[in-house]
């Protein structure tokens, strides 16, 4: 599992430190500080939540629209 962790976070290294939007597997979408933690080595930090890496099908830039 940790090779999944490392694959991520080298992935969306550019990311830490702003706000991302992130798309679930499940449908549901978050938005939220993406924090430089690794949880577990199978999760991520998201502001306040930690939400699994194998759960994420995607993470983009979050930019508010004017």
Known sequence: MYKISEAFHK???DM???FVRI???DGS??????NDEFYE???????CEVIKITD???ME??????
């Open 11 to 13: 992935q969306y290294a």
């Open 16 to 18: 830490y430190d702003k």
């Open 23 to 25: 798309y679930l597997k």
């Open 29 to 34: 979408m978050r938005i939220g500080l993406f």
């Open 41 to 47: 080595d199978t999760s991520i930090l998201v502001s």
């Open 56 to 58: 994420i099908e995607k």
């Open 61 to 66: 830039l979050f930019e508010e629209q004017p």
